[in-house]
């Protein structure tokens, strides 16, 4: 191999390498973003203290809307909206699933606070809504009746 070819190679390589870990980038980015000890805790409390909301106060400012009755707890259509200025990021739990924490949906540069989701849930509970704003926490629930369970 000549020395025009080697330098050929190498770049090549090089190239290669690097688009690789452009790949990768994202995936590094939401491993940073993803929270385990939030999403494994088995109690609400150990849930929300892995999001970092020690303390939660109520709000009218959250509107949560969930069904009455869920006839199927395998599919529970939610929807939260926050009214609290400075809304960073709403947290769906289910208070008596197995791993309690469902969701975290994180916003940046002025995206409408807003979700609409489905959730599965294993029994009747309080379905909680918990909004970061100012770096402060705020809370709403509901409770949803379940037919038969989703969890298994």
Same mark, same amino acid.
């Given at each position: 191999m000549n020395h025009k070819q080697w330098?050929?190679?190498?770049?090549?390589?090089?190239?290669?390498?690097?688009?690789?870990?452009l790949a990768l980038a994202p995936l590094r980015a939401l491993a940073a973003a993803w929270n385990?000890?939030?999403?494994?805790?088995t109690k609400v409390d150990a849930a929300?203290?892995?999001l970092g909301a020690v303390q939660v106060g109520p709000s009218r400012d959250i509107i949560l809307i969930a069904p009455d009755m869920?006839? %199927? =707890? #395998?599919?529970?259509q939610i929807e939260?909206?926050?009214?609290?200025?400075? /809304?960073?990021?709403?947290?769906?739990?289910?208070?008596k699933n197995?791993?309690?924490l469902i969701a975290n949906f994180v916003f940046? %540069? =002025? #995206?409408?606070?807003?979700v609409i989701t489905r959730i599965k849930m294993?029994? /009747?509970?309080?379905?909680?809504a918990i909004i970061k704003a100012g770096g402060k926490y705020y809370s709403v629930a509901k409770k949803v009746e379940v037919s038969l369970g989703g969890c298994g």
């Open positions: 330098n050929r190679r190498a770049w090549l390589q090089g190239c290669a390498a690097l688009l690789g870990m385990k000890a939030a999403f494994d805790a929300l203290q892995g869920a006839e %199927n =707890g #395998a599919i529970v939260v909206e926050s009214r609290i200025p400075g /809304t960073e990021a709403i947290a769906i739990l289910a208070e197995p791993t309690p940046s %540069n =002025g #995206a409408e606070p807003y294993g029994e /009747t509970a309080d379905v909680r």
